[in-house]
């Protein structure tokens, strides 16, 4: 984790944002780009190996790399993710690197024998860049958080960006991920079309790239028992019982294949916790943690919650991971388990809001923004750990939004396929640059087991009635593939936990509730 930045001119360091993503190391370098003089600067997080790698990296032929990301795919315990991505790269040029990297990402390269300035974020977007400009192109900058700056927009995640600059002509060259699993959504997003405001700029959309194989690596076959006469057909009733538990199993293998990663690829010095509501998703991803995690080591587990108007903090989600804290004292009473009560007051959340929340939310800056914005913000500055695992992933692949219910009812198996498939397609710019940016103001990396690749084509191999159970009670049919899982871990009480949204759960919607929509712009963030 790291706080990058690239500006078309000297610009002003001052960003207390990015520095507080990065307290390891700062780092920054002046090169010349189509007779331009660019600055690129860098505030490290010294996450992984024994030494740390400093950026902006450099090779002998003038290439500049700026990396804020992880490679899990490597797993040495040594290596360093900014030194093989600058090495791919000079190999195999960019977009055939890409199609290597497993992981959260985003990058900044100056190509300089191509006069090419190259920039993007993975296809999920579970790293934050953000764009700015002010009219011209000499203002251009791309930045990991910005502060309140009216200009800025994040960069959209469908694609890798390869800015040209010649004497004869100015050209933003866009090469869109091939995303195979999203159904009829928009191949752009609202911060794709801002591009377009760039001045003076020929832009062109090239040859879709293929990222990390997201074809289906599912080993099962699926009989088609969907079709337009049964398509609302309760088909839990004709799927063999042998065949779900072997889904069960292929699950749990490439969700423990995840977390093992995420939780063992770290220097020995950084500890790992969880964003835990004590809900179905942050549990089972707890218990999984303790079979790769050092059984010596505390595991965190970090539940936020805000002030209740009758006084005190015994919210929703606070209840719910007392009973799923003992749950996992059960399941491994070895284990030394710790719940970081994280307790907000409404001064405490509106200081923090004007001081700091509101700067590094932006450019998001709805209801829903502002709610989920401050209760990650709260929790990862009440985490003692550095790494932080998060659930979010589950409810878009696994049917666990009451809109995926909606859609069944509507137009059956087809249309909630699609729902789920279009959550997952815009997870990148909903949440995602919002989430890595609030967790990474004090200084820690955000982990999310749920969206692995192997994982998400894992699941995105599997027919909607594998995953979910709309004929069920939304305690259990919903994301009931995810709830077998948790029955087979030992966790039969969270098995049976309904979905909570975080809002909610922690009671913040109810703090400073003033009959707002999720989507409405927040006043309390201007």
């Given at each position: 984790m790291c706080g990058i930045a690239f500006c078309m001119y000297l610009c002003n360091t001052s960003n207390e944002q990015l520095k507080r993503r990065g307290?390891?190391?700062c780092g920054s370098s002046v090169s010349t780009f189509?007779?331009?003089?660019?600055?690129?600067?860098?505030?490290l997080l010294h996450i992984r190996g024994s030494k740390l790698c400093r950026q902006p990296l450099t090779d002998d032929k003038s290439n500049l790399l700026l990396f804020c990301g992880e490679m899990y795919q490597y797993e040495d315990e040594e290596f360093s993710d900014t030194n093989e991505l600058l090495r791919l790269f000079r190999k195999k040029g960019v977009l055939e690197s890409l199609r290597e990297i497993k992981g959260e990402w985003a990058f900044i390269y100056l190509e300089h024998d191509n006069n090419c300035l190259w920039f993007a974020r993975d296809l999920f977007g579970r790293r934050s860049l953000i764009m700015q400009h002010s009219g011209t192109i000499e203002s251009l900058s791309l930045v990991s958080t910005s502060g309140l700056q009216q200009s800025g927009f994040e960069l959209p995640c469908e694609g890798v960006f390869?800015?040209?600059?010649?004497?004869?002509?100015k050209e933003l060259l866009f090469y869109p991920y091939k995303q195979n699993f999203v159904i009829d959504a928009s191949p752009f997003s609202d911060s794709w079309r801002k591009i377009q405001t760039l001045p003076e700029i020929d832009l062109r959309i090239e040859d879709s790239v293929e990222m990390v194989n997201y074809e289906s690596n599912a080993i099962l076959t699926f009989p088609v028992i969907c079709n337009e006469e049964n398509f609302k057909c309760d088909i839990f009733k004709q799927i063999p019982e042998q065949l779900f538990e072997q889904v069960q199993d292929q699950m749990l293998h490439f969700l423990r294949d995840s977390i093992r990663s995420r939780v063992l690829l770290m220097r020995n010095e950084i500890e790992c916790g969880v964003l835990f509501s004590g809900?179905?998703?942050?549990?089972?991803?707890?218990?999984l943690m303790h079979e790769f995690y050092d059984e010596a080591r505390e595991i965190e587990l970090v539940n936020v919650a805000f002030e209740v108007k009758t006084g005190g903090f015994e919210t929703p989600d606070r209840k719910s991971s007392k009973i799923a804290l003992k749950e996992l004292i059960d399941l491994a009473p070895e284990r030394k388990w710790s719940l970081k009560l994280v307790n907000v007051t409404k001064e405490e959340l509106q200081r923090a809001r004007e001081q700091f929340i509101a700067q590094v939310l932006y450019p998001r800056q709805s209801v829903l923004d502002d709610s989920i914005g401050c209760s990650l913000w709260f929790a990862a500055r009440g985490a003692s750990c550095t790494v932080l695992l998060s659930g979010i992933g589950a409810d878009e692949q696994l049917g666990g939004y009451s809109r995926h219910r909606s859609a069944f009812e509507r137009g059956g198996w087809n249309l909630m396929e699609k729902e789920m498939n279009m959550d997952l397609d815009r997870i990148g710019a909903r949440n995602m640059g919002r989430d890595d940016r609030v967790v990474a103001d004090h200084g820690k990396e955000l982990r999310m087991p749920f969206l692995d690749e192997d994982l998400v084509s894992f699941l995105r191999g599997l027919p909607p009635w594998m995953k979910t159970n709309p004929f069920m009670s939304?305690?259990?049919?919903?994301?009931?593939?995810?709830?077998?899982?948790?029955?087979?871990?030992?966790?039969?009480?969270?098995?049976?936990?309904?979905?909570?949204?975080?809002?909610?759960?922690?009671?913040i919607a109810k703090m400073e509730s003033k009959g707002e929509k999720g989507s409405d712009v927040c006043a309390r963030l201007k």
């Open positions: 307290p390891d190391h189509n007779h331009h003089s660019v600055s690129f600067y860098c505030y390869c800015l040209r600059l010649t004497p004869d002509s809900g179905l998703d942050s549990t089972v991803l707890a218990a939304r305690e259990w049919g919903d994301k009931y593939l995810l709830r077998k899982v948790a029955q087979k871990l030992g966790l039969k009480e969270v098995a049976g936990f309904p979905k909570r949204a975080i809002q909610f759960g922690s009671r």
